[in-house]
């Protein structure tokens, strides 16, 4: 009696569980993302089990790639799984990251910085050096330990967004008096406050896909959000207005169903991908 008792409240226990990911799945569909083919597995940074507390926590995705808050790197395959058998394999390199700038620099807890990925002849993961045209604006906003983020907005006007360990964004503008004359950063501003959000540990700004924009705290995720959706969809005439505002879906499951959420990826704590 006991053994049909047991073997019924651990199948109560599962429908449950399974039902309330259906709904967090729904809610996130309903409130437009859409729903990835397969379900991720990754011993390191996705629970197999509700609860299940992993050994490593995502703090920043770009495209196949996660770094984990003790500085780690994961290369991701969403499609095919590793010769692992799994859908990330960890990455050996000589560093740990201690911030990124565009997803495709970062600077290591050496205080060096390197590249993320291969392009125009450089290696991933091998150090940039002072012959690469960027590095001395690499050394400029990236250098500083209090800088966790950066964030490229107009490149052409020196504009940049800097988020540092205070839990603010801050604008910086870089400019020199000549092309002989270094850069220098000759105005720095708040453009997100952590008065108005709360301690900022993540963002996101993107001026040509305002949907991607985002700021996030412990607690509570905002987006910049349409306010006119209905008319702006409807009519050709009509332009979308935007305002950055919490998202209510989001905040909801931040902290019990979402892993993990991104300007290209969210991932459910139950190991399925939206975008």
């Given at each position: 009696?006991?053994?049909?008792?047991?073997l019924?409240?651990?199948?109560?226990?599962v429908?449950?569980?399974?039902?309330?990911?259906?709904?967090?799945t729904?809610?996130?569909?309903?409130?437009?993302?859409n729903?990835?083919?397969?379900?991720?597995?990754?011993?390191?940074?996705?629970?197999?089990?509700?609860?299940?507390?992993?050994s490593?926590?995502?703090r920043?995705?770009?495209?196949?790639?996660?770094i984990?808050?003790?500085?780690?790197?994961?290369e991701?395959?969403?499609d095919q799984?590793?010769?692992?058998?799994?859908?990330?394999?960890?990455?050996?390199?000589?560093?740990?990251?201690?911030?990124?700038?565009n997803?495709?620099?970062?600077?290591?807890?050496?205080?060096k910085?390197?590249?993320?990925?291969?392009?125009?002849?450089?290696?991933?993961?091998s150090e940039?050096?002072?012959?690469?045209?960027?590095?001395?604006?690499?050394?400029?906003?990236?250098?500083?330990?209090?800088?966790?983020?950066?964030?490229?907005?107009d490149?052409?006007k020196?504009?940049?967004?800097?988020?540092?360990?205070?839990?603010?964004?801050?604008?910086?503008?870089v400019d020199?008096?000549?092309y002989?004359?270094p850069?220098?950063?000759?105005s720095?501003?708040?453009?997100?406050?952590?008065?108005?959000?709360?301690k900022?540990?993540?963002?996101?700004y993107?001026?040509s896909?305002?949907?991607?924009?985002?700021?996030?705290?412990?607690?509570?995720?905002?987006?910049?959000?349409?306010?006119?959706k209905?008319?702006?969809?409807?009519?050709?005439?009509v332009?979308?207005?935007?305002?950055?505002?919490?998202?209510?879906?989001?905040?909801?499951?931040?902290?019990?169903k979402?892993?993990?959420?991104?300007?290209?990826?969210?991932?459910?704590t139950?190991?399925?991908?939206?975008?």
């Amino acid at each position: 009696m006991r053994k049909n008792i047991l073997l019924v409240l651990i199948f109560t226990c599962v429908l449950f569980l399974t039902g309330c990911n259906g709904t967090v799945t729904r809610e996130l569909r309903e409130s437009g993302f859409n729903l990835g083919t397969d379900n991720l597995v990754c011993t390191d940074l996705i629970p197999k089990k509700e609860g299940e507390v992993v050994s490593e926590k995502i703090r920043y995705i770009n495209d196949n790639l996660a770094i984990t808050d003790s500085g780690k790197i994961y290369e991701l395959s969403y499609d095919q799984k590793f010769s692992n058998n799994e859908n990330c394999r960890k990455v050996n390199t000589s560093f740990k990251v201690s911030a990124i700038m565009n997803d495709d620099v970062v600077r290591g807890e050496d205080n060096k910085f390197y590249y993320l990925s291969s392009d125009s002849g450089t290696n991933a993961y091998s150090e940039i050096t002072v012959n690469d045209d960027s590095y001395e604006i690499y050394n400029l906003v990236l250098s500083s330990s209090e800088v966790k983020k950066v964030s490229t907005v107009d490149e052409s006007k020196g504009i940049y967004y800097v988020l540092l360990t205070d839990g603010n964004v801050y604008k910086y503008v870089v400019d020199r008096s000549n092309y002989d004359s270094p850069y220098t950063i000759v105005s720095k501003t708040i453009a997100y406050n952590e008065d108005s959000y709360g301690k900022i540990i993540d963002f996101n700004y993107d001026s040509s896909n305002k949907d991607k924009t985002y700021v996030k705290t412990d607690d509570v995720i905002y987006r910049m959000q349409v306010t006119n959706k209905d008319k702006c969809d409807k009519y050709a005439d009509v332009e979308c207005k935007y305002k950055f505002m919490k998202d209510e879906v989001l905040t909801k499951y931040y902290k019990t169903k979402i892993l993990y959420y991104g300007p290209t990826i969210l991932i459910t704590t139950y190991g399925r991908t939206f975008n």
